[in-house]
């Protein structure tokens, strides 16, 4: 595809591109270097973030595994009587360290004593279905006469007793993990992180064995408190998510609430974890790209390895660079809009003539080219291109012209060579076009009446009209001679009365042999065979006139005259000779095999076989243009009972059709033109002079709204002259008040529009074609008044 420019914008965007490319080429680089700090930074950032982390983790695992060795020597807590002493021990211990849920001792003898602080722990509360005042809980486990019992008692924060209830258990606090492990190894235990049963929160428990090796002290140790401690470092939502995990996957800590249902961003850094996959990654996840970050966490205490993880969006990373580059990009923006006048209004000088010779191209290309006119410029080559358009456009208009010429006198040629074609049609497709042109052009000065609207747009519009007029009878190039000629109705090439005529004789002879073989036989009654002989030969005479004057076809045949006929056909006559000789190969092919054997009886007139010439060439174009006509069978039936059968004029329904037919070559033939733009109604307005207003009439059948008033006048002028016309074979010149007369009841019939035809009347143009066309005798006297019906005439040349 070939694109093109104008001057002033192409100048302009050479000075903006080189502008863009600078400024791109800066920003790019600042692009480039800029992402490349912001992941530096990042990474910077999150690996202060993991020291810290270890730092927390590390102080409280040592800070509680402190705090247990320290409580473990105290002597009272392996006296079981010393319950009040230990209480406060604990309690003094858990109020110290909000990350203690609870302190507990687990005796040899299979006793527990637990105390819980319920600050630790919001789901405490809900789980130990604790009052609002509550703060402390006591969890005491001790066997009974009947049975092991579990004993609360809960207390305020001075420790005064809130209530107290008690269920049945059978916890052991010897079969748990942390007291055997405490208890065998004799050191201090911490349990890999786990998830409380009870408050359904990670944690550990860290156990040792008291002085008195029959007692473990444990402690459980809440870890959500590290998730507050990643939100207090800035994470959280756009800034993204941190996460302490394990490397089984046990989140020990995150600032997310987790999914509620689906796969866990978070198991991608497992994954990164496990593959070893450490350090500011890029990932994505569900389409959206992230950056993770993977760090280990050294141990204390335990043998799981543990990890610090963040998860943040690209464009948060990014954001910093990203905002300093918008400045960078409005800044560019600003001296683009700054040098976008500046350079434009430099190239006016040149871009000026250049868009006026433009706008004198565009008249060219519009066919304006009347109003181009000569641009000046100081620049000698813009000077001399608007020169040469000048001259361009006069060589253009002289080849249009010519053109033109050239395109009108072909179409009348052809017009007059239809006319030359037939003696009997002369003149037709020369004077239908002048009569209705003559209509519609005193139709579009009309200030009055039905056309006081009506109106034919420009020139071009006009030769469109004149076209299609002098076109529309084209298709009749290819309608037989013998066709449009044929006078008689027994005529084809030649008039086939003769052949019949030919037969007459033979029965006049017949007539006359057999009268001289009578008297032979009986000399004595030779008058008698003489009136016999002189009755037949005159019937024979009185036959054949009636014969030749059916084949005249002037008047229309009433039904005693085709009964008589017909009648007539069935006399025989005897042949001697094979009417098989002398054909050609076409026509040998229309008789039936095998031959008859000589003499052989015929009927006087014969509908025989021979007589009929199929249809070779296929008419399924006809539903493709929208025609709507009856095909016959045949393309020509020469029967001479089926011809002089005829019941008006001459034409048989083959032989009207192929006259028909003129007019679906007509529009096949205009249709296959490549007509320019001004002239693509020709088509239709040449091909639709034969439609009637009420839909009967050929060849697609459109209804009178469907026509235009300029189709509507030349189907009007091709009936007038029709009937005016003196040079048709089956018929003489009718008068103009016959012809008005027949008008005026194809209009009542709806066969042609009456507004013009009352029109024909009232502008006078009736009598101006009489005079220049019709004989004198042709020319009678004439009211208007007598076919306009309830319609006063119009002051336009009325009679």
């Known amino acids: ?59 409280l695992e040592r800070q509680s595994a402190d705090t247990v ?14 319950s009040i002493t230990t209480r406060r021990l604990f309690a003094k211990a858990l109020a110290q360290n909000p990350v203690f849920y609870g302190l507990y001792i687990g005796r040899s003898t299979g006793d527990f004593y637990e105390l819980i602080n319920l600050d630790a722990s919001a789901m405490a509360r809900k789980a130990l279905n604790a009052g609002p005042t509550d703060q402390w809980v006591e969890v005491r486990v001790f066997d009974t006469p009947t049975g092991r019992v579990r004993e609360f008692q809960h207390y305020d924060a001075e420790f005064n007793r809130l209530n107290t209830r008690d269920e049945p258990t059978n916890y052991d606090p010897r079969l748990r993990t942390w007291y055997r492990l405490a208890n065998n190894e004799n050191r201090l235990y911490q349990t890999e992180p786990y998830r409380f049963a009870q408050l359904q929160t ?53 600032t997310d609430e987790g999914p509620e249902a689906g796969p866990d961003p978070a198991a991608l850094l497992v994954d990164m ?90 008249k060219i290309r519009e066919r304006r080219d009347v ?4 641009v000046r410029s100081h620049i000698v080559e813009i000077d001399e291109l608007s020169e040469s358009i000048i001259n361009m456009v006069k060589t253009i208009k002289k080849q249009e012209q010519d053109q033109r010429d050239l395109l009108d006198a072909f179409i009348q040629l052809i017009a007059e060579a239809i006319d030359q074609k037939s003696p009997y049609t002369g003149g037709h497709c020369a004077r239908v076009p002048e009569l209705a042109l003559q209509l519609v052009k005193s139709a579009d000065q009309a200030t009055t009446g039905p056309f006081k609207d009506f109106h034919v747009r420009g020139e071009e519009a006009w030769r469109e009209l004149r076209v299609a007029a002098w076109l529309h009878d084209c298709g009749k190039v ?71 004057e059916c084949n005249i076809g002037s008047e229309f045949m009433s039904e005693d005259k085709q009964e008589r006929l017909q009648e007539l056909a069935q006399t025989p006559w005897l042949r001697h000779f ?75 329904a083959e032989e009207r059709f192929k006259i028909n037919e003129h007019i679906i070559s007509t529009i096949r033939m205009l249709e296959a033109l490549p007509f320019p733009k001004e002239l693509s109604n020709v088509p239709r307005y040449a091909s639709t002079h034969h439609e009637r207003m009420d839909g009967r009439g050929y060849p697609r059948q459109l209804q ?36 008005l007369s027949i008008l005026s009841s194809m209009v009542e019939e709806q066969h042609i529009d009456r507004d013009s035809f009352e029109f024909l009347l009232t502008s006078g143009l009736y009598r101006q074609y009489a005079q220049t066309y019709l004989r004198p005798e042709q020319i009678d006297a004439i009211n208007i008044n007598d076919y306009l019906g309830s319609r006063s005439p119009e002051p336009t040349g009325a009679e």
């Open 371 to 374: 109003k181009v006119r000569r």
């Open 69 to 82: 060795r320290l409580i473990a020597e105290f002597p009272a807590l392996t006296d079981p009587n010393e």
């Open 704 to 739: 009178g709204e469907e026509l235009s008033i300029p189709e509507r006048m030349l189907a009007l002028a091709d009936v007038f002259e029709a009937l005016t016309a003196s040079d048709r074979p089956y018929k003489t010149g009718k008068t103009l008040s016959q012809t």
């Open 1 to 59: 595809m070939n694109y093109r420019f104008s001057i002033q914008l192409t100048t302009v965007s050479v000075f903006m591109l080189v502008t863009l490319v600078l400024s791109g080429m800066a920003i790019g680089l600042q692009y480039y270097f800029g992402q490349r700090q912001a992941l530096s930074a990042a990474r910077n950032n999150y690996t202060q973030t993991a020291s810290a982390v270890v730092s927390r983790l590390t102080n």
């Open 478 to 548: 290819t309608t037989p001679e013998f066709v449009v000629d044929k006078a008689t109705k027994l005529e084809t090439i030649h008039n086939r009365i003769h052949e019949i005529r030919t037969r007459f004789e033979v029965l006049w002879r017949d007539a006359e042999i057999h009268y001289l073989q009578q008297c032979l036989k009986a000399p004595d009654q030779r008058a008698q065979w003489q009136e016999e002989c002189r009755q037949r030969q005159q019937q024979l005479t009185d036959d054949f006139a009636f014969i030749a």
């Open 578 to 652: 094979d009417d098989r000789l002398g054909l050609s190969h076409q026509e040998a092919k229309r008789f039936p095999p095998p031959p008859e054997s000589l003499p052989v009886w015929e009927n006087l007139l014969r509908d025989a076989p021979e007589h009929r010439i199929a249809r070779e060439h296929s008419t399924d174009y006809m539903t493709r243009l929208g025609i709507r006509m009856n095909v016959p069978k045949d393309l020509y039936n020469r029967g001479e009972l089926h011809n002089l059968l005829v019941s008006y004029g001459t034409l048989t």
């Open 273 to 362: 974890a496990g593959n070893g996959e450490t350090g500011l990654q890029p990932v994505t996840i569900d389409g959206t790209p992230y950056f993770a970050y993977v760090s280990d966490i050294p141990a204390v205490n335990t043998r799981q390895p543990r990890y610090f993880g963040v998860l943040v969006s690209e464009r948060v990373v990014n954001e910093p660079f990203l905002a300093r580059l918008r400045v960078s990009l409005a800044v560019s923006a600003g001296l683009l809009a700054l040098i976008l006048p500046l350079s434009w209004a430099f190239a006016y000088p040149i871009v000026r003539p250049v868009r006026e010779l433009a706008a004198e191209n565009e």
């Open 202 to 254: 990670p944690g550990v428990t860290l156990s040792t064995l008291l002085p008195d090796q029959r007692s473990v002290l444990g402690i459980d140790l809440l870890l959500p408190s590290l998730s507050d401690f990643l939100r207090d470092q800035g994470f959280e939502g756009r800034n993204g998510d941190a996460f302490i995990f394990q490397q089984d996957g046990q989140m020990l800590a995150r």
